[in-house]
């Protein structure tokens, strides 16, 4: 079975200074990793995933994503957040060639300007 | 591009009601799944259908149920509906033969129960 851990269940920062979201997860095979984002009263949105290959991943909009197999981490990052960037962020987890998705408990990211 | 359709966005029930949500999947998405999410959870895993079967099977009560239809369309039928039945209910569909199955979400169907 998989499971993840986000340690922070919620990170304030001002508006465009750096962010890192931690995620952890266990598995005893291997995993697809996810990053989802929740908008307030929003649905589900993908983020970034890693699949396989280059262990850094990156979103349209600016984050990043790094897998760190010997961490067993897949932290998502942000050089510069928005107001914009104000959500609920869920990390999850698939073994591969499974489909159910495992949520992390999620981070609430605050963006004050 | 089409998304997860989910239908109705809001519902309103008492207790010991009956409610059905419906899910229209991405088209020639083989693969759909249920979540529930609580107030201030994360997404619990309900159930998932691949080619109109039962695939997968999570914390789902026994007062649920669901289906997928011969239109891969899918419904959770959900009985004796109880106070702690509230929550936002996602659909989400996928092609279980693509590389990292990724997974896409409905809007959610908020379910209140009073």
């Known amino acids: 079975a998989q499971s993840v851990t986000q340690l922070d269940s919620q990170v304030p920062v001002f508006e465009e200074a750096p962010v890192e979201l931690r995620c952890n997860y266990s598995s005893s095979v291997s995993v697809y990793l996810f990053w989802y984002v929740q908008y307030p009263n929003q649905g589900l949105q993908l983020l970034l995933k890693y699949l396989s290959g280059s262990t850094l991943v990156e979103s349209i909009n600016g984050f990043e994503a790094e897998f760190n197999k010997s961490q067993t981490s897949f932290h998502l990052r942000k050089p510069s957040v928005h107001i914009s960037d104000t959500a609920e962020y869920f990390c999850a987890v698939s073994a591969t060639g499974f489909q159910k998705l495992v949520f992390g408990t999620g981070t609430r990211l605050l963006v004050s300007p | 591009a089409a998304g997860v359709i989910q239908s109705p966005r809001h519902l309103i029930k008492e207790k010991r009601e009956t409610a059905t949500l419906k899910c229209y999947p991405i088209p020639r998405h083989d693969t759909v799944y249920w979540y529930q999410q609580g107030p201030g959870q994360d997404p619990q895993f309900l159930i998932s259908?691949?080619?109109?079967?039962?695939?997968d099977k999570g914390s789902i009560p026994d007062r649920f149920s669901a289906q997928q239809f011969s239109d891969y369309h899918s419904e959770l039928n959900m009985s004796s509906l109880e106070l702690g039945d509230s929550a936002l209910y996602f659909c989400?569909?996928?092609?279980?033969?693509?590389?990292?199955?990724?997974?896409?979400f409905g809007e959610g169907s908020w379910l209140t129960v009073v």
């Open positions: 259908f691949y080619e109109k079967m039962q695939s």
């Open positions: 989400a569909s996928s092609v279980l033969r693509d590389h990292g199955n990724t997974i896409y």
